[in-house]
């Protein structure tokens, strides 16, 4: 239950895509068995151990290799994942560190095991303001939020590929059409010929308001997200450290003007309000 109501908007958007694919294969008990099946044979390889190993190649997220990478890493994590553990029940017992060798300060989790801290966050942030982001990420693992985007990551592909087909499958006839209305004087052919563009004008927007309110939703979701992942970091008892690492990367971004559409769109909300937040709690 907790996992449905931390990922509402992932799991609705999902059904969504689930309702399309049903719709698309037949709409029928027939339809709805293969969809399952697909779906489930999709979405049990991308949370495999195969999946997970995918996720971290399409992340670049390696090992760390040098003395320095694992003595310095993974001695920090290793601290700040045994006091999760003991804070935290049903936290994995498999979670690992990785690196990014991207030199901009951040770190990601990925897949249902996966930390990855970027070069440029080793060597930006102190010892104390890692331990604050690998808690932070520890979160999103802990709550599931991972695993959401997983899920909505497989039934967004098919969605896509479903839309693909639709739209190459109209494309042909619409080139047939025009062919044919270019080639005839029957008045009924051009008619109906022009009434075909208006409805592959009309089925390209709704594709595009589709594509829009899932974005909006996912968003809105993955915002919340990052207040769940800091608040949990604050009740492991990394609050402080955390705080002092969205400090430091705020005066590292600077100050970014964008749009109502792109802040309605961010995955992540403005570090300003993150800060606010744990200055309240701390």
Known sequence: MKFLKNNFLYILW????????????????????????????????????????????INGARKPATNKEKEYLEGIFKEVYKNAKGKSENLSSNIKIYISNSM???????GRNTIAVTKGAIEFFTED?????????????KHGHT????????????????IAIVQLILQVVDTISTTCADTSRNIVVILLAGLFKIF?????????????????????????NEFQADK???DIGYGEELLSSL????????????TMFQQMTMSHPHIEKRIARLEEAL
């Open 129 to 141: 303001e890692l331990k604050g982001i690998m808690a932070h990420e520890i979160g999103h693992l």
């Open 104 to 110: 901009y300060p951040n770190a990601f989790a990925c």
């Open 14 to 57: 999902f059904a969504f895509y689930f309702l399309i694919a049903w719709l698309f294969f037949g709409g029928d008990w027939k339809a709805f068995y293969q969809v399952t099946i697909i779906y489930s044979v999709s979405i049990g390889i991308a949370l495999s151990p195969f999946g997970e190993v995918l996720f971290r190649f």
């Open 147 to 162: 695993k959401a985007g997983i899920i909505t990551v497989v039934g967004n592909m098919l969605f896509s590929a479903i």
């Open 247 to 258: 400090c430091l990367l705020e005066k590292y971004n600077g100050e970014n003007k964008l």
């Open 200 to 224: 592959i004008l009309v089925l390209n927007f709704y594709i595009i308001v589709i594509n829009i309110i899932g974005r909006l939703l996912l968003s809105a979701n993955s915002r919340k």
């Open 232 to 234: 949990f970091a604050l």
